[in-house]
């Protein structure tokens, strides 16, 4: 659970910006979706080394 102290006299949204910001930290929407539906390990493992190919071809297109 998600505790969001609040200050007194402390604007509603930016407390709110506060929460929305740590709920995104904590990755539950995006494990959410990554379990609506059952990939196969086989296809984890190939997206993730595509992305994998993807992020170094970015890094020696910035040297």
């Given amino acids: 659970m998600i ?6 006299g402390e ?3 930016k ?3 506060k929460f ?3 709920y995104e930290r904590t990755g539950v929407l995006k494990e959410l979706r990554g379990r609506q539906y ?6 984890v493992n190939r997206m993730k080394k595509l992305h994998a190919i ?7 297109e910035e040297e």
Wanted: cysteine-free; charged content about 35%.
């Fill in 15 to 17: 407390a709110l910006k």
């Fill in 20 to 22: 929305k910001r740590k």
């Fill in 3 to 8: 505790i969001m102290p609040i200050k007194e």
């Fill in 54 to 60: 993807y992020v170094e071809q970015l890094q020696r």
């Fill in 38 to 43: 059952y990939t196969k390990p086989s296809v």
């Fill in 11 to 13: 604007n509603i949204e």
